[in-house]
């Protein structure tokens, strides 16, 4: 084998190593209904017709708060697409950008929106798959919301809710017209707040998940110190769509 030939061989493996595979994440944007510019993460598993999960973030929070768990996601077969909401922030050494451009304070009520723009994303990218939706902290709350103006949303993953919204019983409203598969978590010393959603959701399909030790708030209670015991239920609860 000539040098030449040898050169030609390591150029082509080095463009085929250094190209985007499909599996790639990719930065992705679209508009809300008011026009407000939408950031995200999309995780694809290359093949569309897998289910979907949208990931939703907390309070002072953007996407990054799935760098860790939404690569897991596409490991089990999902999907999945991470957005920066209106009302976050810089943690986790990223900036929210949807945030950042909006320019003004925005209340949770309106991220309502940004779910919903992310929800239409997915139709519009020609998936075909069951599409779930997680939420963080005050996100936990809002996809109760979403579901139920959307109940062909096939399931939630609740981290962390109560009542965040306007009103004092919005979310258990909202969670007793949810009849798909629901999945609640949190801190221990939050469990009790998270059982009052948890009572009030109508579908007969539902999990409250307890952690043994203290745990953590919101989502990030999956890259705490008890990270594997939360997963061992997440991975239990997403059996069902796969």
Same mark, same amino acid.
């Given at each position: 084998?000539?040098?030449?030939?040898?050169? $030609?061989? =390591?150029?082509? %493996?080095?463009? #085929?190593?250094?190209l985007?595979?499909?599996?790639?994440p990719? !930065? &992705?944007?679209?508009q809300?209904?008011?026009? &407000? @510019?939408?950031?995200?993460?999309?995780?694809?598993?290359?093949?569309r017709t897998?289910p979907?999960? %949208?990931?939703?973030?907390? !309070? /002072?929070?953007?996407?990054?708060?799935y760098a860790?768990? $939404?690569p897991?996601?596409?490991e089990?077969?999902?999907?999945?697409l991470a957005?920066?909401?209106?009302?976050?922030?810089?943690?986790w050494?990223?900036?929210n950008?949807?945030?950042?451009?909006l320019r003004?304070?925005?209340?949770? /009520?309106e991220?309502?929106?940004?779910?919903?723009?992310?929800?239409?994303?997915?139709? @519009?990218?020609?998936h075909?798959?069951a599409?779930?939706?997680?939420?963080s902290s005050?996100?936990?709350?809002? =996809?109760?919301?979403?579901?139920?103006?959307?109940p +062909?949303? $096939?399931?939630i993953?609740?981290? !962390?809710?109560?009542?965040?919204?306007?009103?004092?019983?919005t979310v258990?409203?909202?969670? #007793? +017209?949810v @009849? =798909?598969?629901?999945?609640?978590? !949190?801190a +221990?010393d939050?469990?009790?707040? #998270?059982? =009052?959603i948890?009572?009030?959701v109508?579908?007969?399909? +539902?999990?409250q *998940?307890?952690?043994?030790?203290?745990?953590?708030?919101?989502?990030? $209670?999956?890259?705490?110190?008890?990270?594997? /015991?939360?997963?061992?239920a997440?991975?239990? *609860?997403?059996?069902?769509f796969n």
């Amino acid at each position: 084998m000539t040098a030449r030939v040898v050169v $030609a061989i =390591v150029g082509f %493996l080095w463009v #085929a190593w250094a190209l985007p595979t499909n599996r790639s994440p990719q !930065s &992705v944007a679209f508009q809300a209904v008011d026009r &407000v @510019q939408v950031y995200g993460t999309y995780y694809p598993t290359g093949d569309r017709t897998r289910p979907v999960v %949208l990931l939703f973030h907390q !309070s /002072e929070s953007n996407r990054g708060e799935y760098a860790q768990i $939404a690569p897991r996601l596409v490991e089990l077969g999902f999907n999945a697409l991470a957005i920066d909401q209106r009302v976050g922030g810089s943690m986790w050494g990223m900036r929210n950008q949807t945030y950042e451009r909006l320019r003004r304070i925005a209340g949770y /009520e309106e991220t309502l929106r940004d779910l919903e723009a992310a929800l239409n994303w997915v139709t @519009q990218s020609g998936h075909t798959g069951a599409v779930l939706v997680w939420g963080s902290s005050y996100s936990s709350a809002l =996809v109760f919301l979403l579901v139920a103006q959307h109940p +062909k949303i $096939a399931g939630i993953l609740s981290f !962390s809710p109560w009542e965040y919204l306007w009103g004092e019983d919005t979310v258990r409203q909202a969670a #007793a +017209k949810v @009849q =798909v598969p629901v999945f609640i978590t !949190s801190a +221990k010393d939050e469990a009790e707040q #998270a059982r =009052v959603i948890f009572q009030a959701v109508a579908s007969p399909n +539902k999990i409250q *998940f307890v952690p043994r030790h203290d745990g953590r708030h919101g989502s990030p $209670a999956l890259d705490g110190e008890d990270r594997e /015991e939360y997963w061992q239920a997440v991975r239990a *609860f997403l059996t069902q769509f796969n």
